[in-house]
C-alpha cells in the first residue's frame, strides 16, 4: 500500500509540475501575443518588444525548471543513448501539441478577435511568417504586383533609351554640321598654296639646260 501511495503521490505531483509548466507556457505566449500585437498595431513597438521578452524568458525559466528536473530525476535510470531516432521524435508530441494550439489561438485571438481564435490553433504558419515580415518592414509581393512592377521598370527604361537615342542623334548631326564647312580644307593641296597645280619638280626635270659662254 505504501509503494502504490508513493505511486500516487508520484504522479500527483507530476501533474502538478505539467499543468504549471502548461500555465507558465500560457503566459509567456500571451506576452509574445501581446508583443505581436503592438508590433502590428505600431504602438511602442521596441518597448513592447523588449518587455514580452525579458518577461517571457523570465517567466519560462522559473517555472520550466522543477518540471525539467522533475523529468530529468524520473528518467535518470534509463540513458537516450539506447533510444532510437523515432522515439526522440516523437518524445514530448503532447506537450508540442497543447502548446502549439494554445499559442496559434492565441495570437490569432489578439489580432483577429475572439472568432478566430480556434481557427487560428490548426491554421498555417505562412500568415504569421508574413505578418512578421510586414511588422519589419518585408511586405510579400504577388505575382501580379511583381509583373505590374517589372512591368513599369521596363517601361521607365525603355523611355530612357529613347532619350540617349536621341541624343546620340542630335551629337551626330551637330558634329557633321561643324565638319561640313572644313572638308574643302581636307585636300592636300590647297588653291592658296605657293606653287602652281603643276609640279615644280617636273617643270625643271623638262626643262632644257642652257650653257653660258
Known amino acids: 500500500m505504501s509503494s502504490l501511495a508513493a505511486c ?12 504549471v509548466s502548461i500555465l507558465a507556457r500560457l503566459f509567456a505566449y500571451l506576452l509574445a501575443g501581446a508583443s505581436v500585437f503592438a508590433i502590428t498595431a505600431k504602438l511602442n513597438t ?27 530525476e524520473g528518467s535518470s535510470g534509463s540513458s537516450l543513448e539506447n533510444l532510437k531516432l523515432s522515439e526522440i521524435r516523437s518524445d514530448r508530441l503532447l506537450d508540442s501539441g497543447v502548446s502549439g494550439l494554445i499559442t496559434g489561438g492565441t495570437l490569432r485571438g ?13 491554421s498555417d504558419v505562412s500568415e504569421w511568417a508574413e505578418r512578421l515580415l510586414q511588422a519589419i518592414g518585408i511586405k510579400p509581393l ?72
Not at 500516487?8 to 499543468?19: D, E, G, K, R
Not at 518597448?47 to 528536473?69: C, D, E, M, V, W
Not at 489578439?110 to 490548426?122: D, E, H, L, N, Q
Not at 537615342?165 to 598654296?193: R, T, W
Open 142 to 213: 504577388s505575382d501580379a504586383v511583381y509583373l505590374a512592377s517589372l512591368k513599369k521598370q521596363r517601361t521607365i527604361h525603355s523611355k530612357r533609351i529613347a532619350e540617349l537615342e536621341d541624343e546620340i542623334k542630335q551629337e551626330i548631326i551637330v558634329g557633321a554640321f561643324k565638319v561640313g564647312p572644313n572638308v574643302k580644307n581636307l585636300n592636300p593641296v590647297k588653291e592658296s598654296s605657293p606653287f602652281p597645280s603643276r609640279s615644280w619638280k617636273m617643270r625643271i626635270l623638262q626643262a632644257k639646260p642652257v650653257f653660258i659662254l
Open 110 to 122: 489578439f489580432t483577429g478577435g475572439i472568432r478566430s481564435i480556434s481557427p487560428g490553433a490548426v
Open 46 to 72: 521596441g518597448l513592447h518588444t523588449l518587455s514580452a521578452g525579458i518577461n517571457g524568458g523570465g517567466r519560462a525559466a522559473n517555472q520550466f525548471k522543477p518540471y525539467a528536473n522533475f523529468r530529468k
Open 8 to 19: 500516487n503521490v508520484q504522479s500527483l505531483h507530476a501533474t502538478s509540475l505539467f499543468a
